[in-house]
């Protein structure tokens, strides 16, 4: 089902015309949608059934305080990879008892704060990670719950550059390592073995490289059982894709049931956390922009636009596809072949190339796809506020961050005296 659709040639969220968004608070804004968040998240639980589950979802995807809040009163977990994201769980009324935390460069600070708010499992990422555990954990008086992120040596088949799981990553502790790194972590006194952790990549659009994972994991879970080591959790982390362009990614149904299926399999019968991002807000976005002024070189057309790769990078970072669509569909332009590129002083400042749109400047348009890693990657560079973030909700409109400010951008900074 999708929650952004046409009406009588105009697009809408739910049931609001993105028109009416942007008179009032403006472009470029990030527009969201409750239900298709919602309905995201359903699909996923819902294909789980009676299995037992956590759905820890992945903050960093979009981390907006609403956002995680509506996925809080529907009993979501959640995956952290910072104390500030924690921070946010928490002011948005999340379970830290759902909470997992991952993360390569975990500060003694970050998992003081962690093991002060209890959350369920730390996933730890090196063994001088747990060293460092360790020690805070006894320093503190408490146990430290804890999974191992293993890195089981799959190709996602991904982009570089979102690919996590195989052995040149930085990410998780390769298997031989980590079966010692279990073994170490079972001697130690202030660590408690819960789970078992795995993220092997993001935008993965079949389910081969998730199932070639699991066989990895769960051989992993019986070498430690013969070892004495019981595991109570797997976290089979997240990385299930979405249709940007015509992908056509597993089914939230097809892809837990792999799960399942590849665990029961095996004999095993434990719980299973996910830690999905993309699959949740990815869809349930869009970003909303306005032609500035189009331009006509000999070679090429510019749809130049108010929004830039500032606030929405994925295409100048990683060649990303977004479809962008116009919001009204009554343009008396001719279609012509468009370079939709942003006022950044960049030549990288593209949002999509090639693109046939009737335009004119002053015509809204939406880039789509833009619920996830998109304002939750945007930045000040040229000294550009950040665009504000909006849910709609029916119908109707709920301004979940303002747009930033000049005084806010400056905020933190200070002259030298005189
Ligand atoms: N768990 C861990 C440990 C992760 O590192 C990630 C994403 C996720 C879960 C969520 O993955 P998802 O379900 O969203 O695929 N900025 C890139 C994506 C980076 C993903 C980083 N890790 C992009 O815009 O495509």
């Known amino acids: 089902m999708t929650f952004f659709a046409y009406h009588a040639g105009e697009l809408y969220a739910e049931q609001v015309p993105l028109s009416r968004v942007a008179q009032q608070v403006g472009t470029p804004a990030y527009v969201y949608s409750r239900a298709a968040i919602e309905n995201q998240w359903r699909a996923l639980d819902d294909a789980f059934g009676d299995y037992p589950h956590t759905i820890c979802y992945a903050v960093k995807a979009n981390s907006n305080i609403a ?62 990670e747990l060293h460092r555990l360790q020690a805070v954990a006894a320093s503190l008086g408490v146990t430290a719950s804890i999974a191992i992120r293993v890195n089981p040596d799959v190709d996602p088949e991904t982009h570089p550059y979102i690919s996590t799981g195989m052995e040149k990553a930085k990410f998780g502790v390769t298997m031989e390592a980590a079966f010692e790194a279990y073994k170490l972590a079972h001697t130690m006194p202030n660590i408690e073995v819960h789970g078992i952790a795995c993220h092997i990549g993001s935008q993965i659009t079949k389910t081969s490289p998730f199932t070639d994972a699991l066989e990895i994991v769960l051989n992993m879970v019986k070498r430690l059982a013969q070892a004495g080591i019981q595991i109570q959790q797997l976290d089979l982390g997240g990385g299930l894709g979405i249709n940007y362009q015509g992908e ?36 349930s976005g869009v970003m909303l922009t306005t032609v500035e002024y189009t331009k006509h070189n000999t070679s090429k057309n510019f749809a130049i636009v108010d929004a830039g790769m500032n606030d929405l990078m994925r295409p100048a970072l990683y060649q990303a596809h977004h479809e962008i669509i116009p919001v009204r569909t009554d343009s008396s332009a001719e279609p012509v072949s468009y370079d939709v590129v942003g006022p950044v002083c960049e030549s990288a400042d593209v949002l999509g190339y090639e693109r046939e749109l009737a335009l004119q400047s002053g015509d809204l348009l939406a880039v789509c796809s833009a619920g996830a890693y998109s304002f939750a990657m945007s930045n000040n560079y040229n000294s550009r506020t950040r665009p504000p973030e909006v849910m709609v909700d029916g119908d109707q409109i709920h301004v979940i961050r303002r747009r930033e400010t000049f005084d806010q951008l400056i905020q933190g900074e200070r002259q030298l005296p005189d």
């Open 67 to 128: 956002i995680l809040n509506l996925l809080a009163r529907l009993g979501s977990g959640f995956d952290i990879v910072s104390e500030g994201e924690l921070r946010r769980v928490l002011a948005a009324g999340g379970d830290p008892s759902k909470v997992v935390y991952s993360g390569v460069a975990k500060s003694v600070h970050e998992l003081e704060f962690a093991l002060k708010s209890n959350v369920r499992s730390i996933n730890i990422e090196s063994v001088a």
């Open 248 to 283: 056509t990614p597993p089914a939230a149904d097809e892809y837990v049931q792999a799960m399942i299926a590849g665990v029961a399999a095996h004999g095993i019968d434990l719980p299973i956390a996910i830690e999905p991002g993309r699959y949740i807000a990815g869809n």
